[in-house]
């Protein structure tokens, strides 16, 4: 079948004549190659189809008279291959408008009919090789196909890449090179790509990407690692050829199997990947990934185990294959928790492998106990893991079916036994720094949130895995007054033990002023001024909300802090716009303004540190809206499993803290009434009065008389020790009633450890304290509040 009959018979012929032109430009060193073929009245050679520059640079003419004294007609009437220099050519008639560069012509006869066009700029011109290469190729294109590869060849595929687009057209040879099928490969370049071993995709992307080649050849090894996990060299030869009407830019070429001429991937290379990846493993997980990555697809192994050595156990670390059933039965019964422990007291000979503290390879058939023997039917290693003058642990290797184990493989599995127990050492030590780092932080963060009347809350703390840094971040929830509630989280700057302590002083100066009765806006404008005074070099940035369990506002300060995320009742979120002021720390006098919030039972409030929201990929703006989204999709009924899950995207370079609160509404609002007492003598039954009508408003009978007198003993102790306003509050909320004396003096009321039958004071306190279910004393803006709680009988 001629080229012409191939292109008149399948569509797509034209396309593989092309790609054949364009092996000409790749292997023959040409810079333009055409197929001329007989036209409609039979006396002219006509274009057919041309690749390279264009043609027009060499005075290629679309056409040429079969008569006519031209390369292409002399050698279609000769049927030989005719072969031009720049000399020959300069004396042809039809060499008008040729470039004054150099170049050579080679034309050559198809078997019928048509004639081969091929011109080259290199020096010399076509040579021996090229010679041959272009008499091959006007073979294979009268032949159906090309010649089958030999096994004394490397079998040679072809692609056309589109530099615009990286869509790449490629034979099936080339798939078989990579290990692809038809089905399997998209047509993008990228899929390629990803087979392409790490070091050597630099080298690939400067000939693939468009900025980084100029029209010309370029030829190129690199090593692919097939999906099969098998290693193999690649040879690209290509050419970028110039832009065309209705074609782009495009590198076409082809690539070979140069496996039999370098090395494969060498077990040189794979302990160099193994000790890089091992060198940045941060955890005995890590490891133990790195483990296996780097010998259970090469090895082609069907189990891998890794261990580390506790005294006399086996604490395993990583199985692979996880699933249960790859592993032997006297595992399985070993098993206790998510890790199986194996003592060593039920694999002797195990345990002799470990004191030689030498690797042993077992073959098939080896005489072995069950647990060792159902590992590796077909064979075993046993790597024990140096570190030291010790060891850290052990790594099993089986094989299914028969495996033969060659000297190379030997001395793999021994270096990689040794970088892999110093990796152990090293991220045991790590791990076990990381534990100190974190148990100290926990104790720096509250051991366990209160129970809150009318809300639920859940907070977590994630420490950073970016070496071991304590960080500054915290959060804190604060339990006032007529059940209000302040729900705090911050972050100092840094990650270090001073950021560690600064957090620790600002979460306890948070707590003090907070307890202490101060509004929000004050709370916070203490501890700046707190932090400011301490002259430290570090700044924190703080949310500060005073949430009323009963009314279901709150009041919102921020000092420099991520706003507070809504997520209400119907599943709508909402990033809350609130003024804030600046860091604390950076200004000694500022404000810190208030903002209102409005809660419906069963809103989601959510307060985080920007560790959660924002890392290098992801703006903080960005981080909130997906944290709201995520909130949008959650179940607020289990805040636990949404803190979770909303923790899975957190940046582990960062520490993050995270609070959660569902407000849900006090299910019985209090009663409240109060009275301003006027320090005139009859102010004590002034009081029991007020309390008198107030407890036959409430129709509270029982425990009156208890109640009058903790009043009494109360308000009496404020008039006679203080100064300044005193206040009588009373609550009655889930049948206890609450009495609280509010002064204007710090000093605490001591409880008398003895008092003479002779004293006529001092008795006061002991009564309250005798008749009260529980009392006490808070800070209230400079003075004090003395309260009791009387318990009453329901009806």
């Not at 002991?766 to 318990?791: D, F, M, R």
Request: proline fraction near 7%.
């Amino acid at each position: 079948m001629t080229a012409l009959e191939i292109l008149g018979a399948e569509p797509d012929a034209r396309e593989r004549l092309r790609r054949m032109l364009e092996q000409v430009l790749v292997f023959a060193g040409g810079s333009a190659a055409a197929v001329y073929t007989p036209g409609d009245d039979g006396d002219q050679l006509c274009l057919a189809e041309s690749a390279g520059v264009p043609r027009t640079l060499y005075g290629l003419r679309d056409s040429y008279p079969l008569a006519g004294d031209s390369p292409v007609a002399a050698a279609r009437r000769s049927a030989q291959p005719v072969w031009f220099g720049p000399e020959e050519l300069a004396r042809r008639a039809d060499a008008r408008g040729a470039p004054a560069t150099d170049h050579w012509l080679a034309a050559l006869p198809l078997r019928e009919d048509g004639v081969l066009l091929a011109v080259t700029e290199c020096a010399g011109g076509f040579d021996e090789s090229d010679r041959a290469f272009l008499k091959l190729v006007a073979e294979a294109l009268d032949c159906p196909a090309p010649p089958p590869a030999t096994d004394a060849a490397p079998r040679v595929s072809s692609f056309s890449l589109a530099m615009d687009t990286g869509r790449v057209e490629v034979d099936d040879a080339m798939l078989e090179l990579f290990g692809l099928t038809r089905k399997e490969f998209d047509g993008r370049v990228e899929t390629l790509l990803a087979l392409t071993v790490p070091e050597d995709l630099p080298s690939v992307m400067s000939v693939v990407e468009p900025g980084h080649m100029s029209i010309g050849d370029r030829e190129l090894d690199f090593r692919i690692r097939r999906p099969t996990g098998e290693p193999r060299w690649l040879r690209l030869r290509g050419r970028l050829l110039p832009a065309e009407p209705g074609r782009p830019v495009r590198l076409a070429g082809s690539v070979l199997d140069a496996s039999r001429l370098r090395p494969g991937v060498s077990d040189v290379t794979r302990i160099q990947r193994l000790a890089a990846a091992l060198a940045t493993a941060g955890t005995v997980r890590d490891v133990s990934r790195a483990m296996v990555a780097a010998l259970r697809g090469p090895l082609h192994a069907d189990r891998i185990a890794l261990a580390e050595l506790e005294n006399d156990r086996l604490v395993v670390t990583v199985l692979d294959p996880p699933e249960a059933g790859a592993w032997p039965e006297s595992w399985r019964s070993e098993w206790r928790s998510e890790w199986p422990e194996a003592s060593l007291r039920t694999m002797p000979t195990l345990a002799a492998v470990l004191r030689e503290g030498r690797a042993v390879i077992w073959p098939a058939g080896a005489d072995l106990e069950a647990a060792l023997a159902e590992t590796g039917p077909g064979g075993l290693a046993a790597l024990p893991l140096p570190a030291g003058e010790g060891l850290a642990g052990v790594c099993l290797i089986g094989w299914d079916a028969p495996h033969e184990f060659g000297p190379d493989e030997r001395a793999l599995l021994t270096a990689a036994a040794t970088l892999a127990g110093q990796a152990l050492a090293r991220a045991h030590a790590f791990d076990a720094e990381h534990e100190l780092i974190g148990m100290l932080q926990r104790t720096l963060l509250p051991r366990r949130l209160p129970a809150l009347p009318g809300a639920v809350a859940v907070a977590r703390y994630l420490p950073t895995t970016a070496g071991l840094e304590l960080g500054g971040d915290w959060y804190d929830v604060i339990p006032l007054s007529d059940h209000h509630v302040a729900l705090v989280i911050g972050d100092v700057q840094g990650h270090n033990a001073g950021a560690a302590t600064l957090m620790g002083q600002m979460r306890t100066a948070l707590r003090a002023y907070a307890v202490e009765g101060h509004p929000p806006d004050v709370v916070v404008s203490h501890a700046n001024r707190l932090l400011a005074d301490m002259e430290s070099d570090l700044f924190a940035t703080c949310c500060y909300v005073d949430l009323d369990m009963e009314e279901g506002t709150a009041w919102c300060v921020r000092a420099g802090h991520l706003p507070p995320v809504l997520r209400h009742p119907d599943g709508s979120t909402e990033v809350v716009e609130s003024e804030a002021g600046p860091p604390l720390g950076v200004l000694a006098q500022t404000d810190f303004p208030m903002s209102p919030l409005r809660l419906r039972p069963g809103t989601l409030l959510a307060l985080t540190t920007d560790g959660l929201v924002e890392s290098a990929e992801l703006d903080i703006e960005d981080g909130l809206a997906r944290m709201a989204a995520q909130l949008a999709d959650a179940d607020p009924a289990f805040l636990g499993p949404v803190a979770d899950a909303l923790l899975a995207d957190a940046n582990r370079g960062d520490d993050v803290a995270l609070l959660l609160v569902r407000y849900d509404g006090m299910a019985t609002r209090p009663l409240r009434e109060g009275w301003t007492v006027w320090r005139v003598p009859e102010a004590a039954g002034q009081a029991r009065r007020f309390t008198r009508r107030t407890l036959r408003a409430w129709q509270v009978t029982e425990e009156a008389d208890t109640v009058l007198l903790v009043v009494s003993e109360l308000v009496t102790n404020a008039l006679v020790h203080t100064g300044g306003q005193v206040r009588l509050d009373l609550t009655l909320v889930n049948h206890r009633l609450r009495v609280a004396v509010t002064d204007g003096s710090p000093r605490t009321p001591v409880k008398p450890t003895s008092i003479g039958w002779e004293a006529t004071g001092g008795r006061g306190i002991l009564l309250v304290e005798a008749v009260s279910a529980a009392w006490g004393t808070v800070p209230v803006s400079g003075g004090k509040q003395v309260w009791a709680e009387i318990v009453l009988e329901e009806d």
